[in-house]
């Protein structure tokens, strides 16, 4: 159970207006090789990153297609193939069977926030909460936020830190922080 959870924690949303992505569009960097279009939803994004290839099959395993291409806003904690990588295979292989697929969407959804928050959002609350910002999710998850230099991190309930390594992918219904390790539930 312990990796089956550490390989589904792939998806942490927080809200963003998509007012903001357009404002941001000039600034899109590309991701896996890919250029991110902010007139895409994320899902069609991340399809395109050559280092989202697990995220996506374990999003689309888990039946969250449709909820991550719709309207949002969302913020997607995304972590790359090297994170995925770092979790056991076989398990990985085990929670992408059609039978877990409740497991892993219980896993995913853990990394969903209803809240506004691009970078500079998540900045501000770390500051206001004095250096640490407690993140509730909405499969129950509570992450903490912290500042590291310039670089945003996550402590996850196992007490992993998951680092922002690209923040602020705008895309049509929110925005993705590319990050470094599988966000993982408490055991």
Do not use: W, Y
Not at 87 to 102: G, I, T
Not at 164 to 171: C, K, L, P, S
Not at 173 to 184: A, C, E, M, Q, Y
Request: charged share 15%; hydrophobic share 50%; aromatic share 2%.
């Amino acid at each position: 159970m312990k990796t089956s959870l550490m390989t589904a924690a792939a998806v942490l949303t927080l809200s963003t207006g998509s007012a903001f992505a357009a404002a941001h569009a000039a600034e899109n960097p590309m991701v896996g090789g890919a250029e991110m279009l902010p007139s895409m939803t994320i899902v069609e994004n991340a399809s395109n990153a050559d280092n989202l290839t697990t995220l996506v099959a374990a999003v689309a395993a888990a039946g969250l297609v449709d909820t991550l291409s719709g309207p949002g806003p969302f913020t997607v904690f995304a972590p790359t193939n090297d994170a995925f990588a770092k979790l056991n295979q076989d398990q990985v292989a085990e929670l992408l069977k059609p039978e877990n697929q409740a497991a892993l969407a219980q896993i995913l959804t853990c990394h969903v926030v209803a809240a506004n928050a691009d970078s500079a959002t998540i900045l501000g609350m770390i500051a206001d909460d004095g250096g640490m910002h407690a993140v509730e999710t909405v499969g129950g998850c509570t992450l903490m936020a912290k500042q590291d230099g310039d670089t945003i991190t996550l402590t996850d309930e196992r007490g992993q830190v998951v680092t922002v390594t690209q923040a602020d992918v705008f895309q049509s219904n929110g925005v993705v922080h590319v990050i470094d390790t599988v966000i993982l539930p408490a055991e």
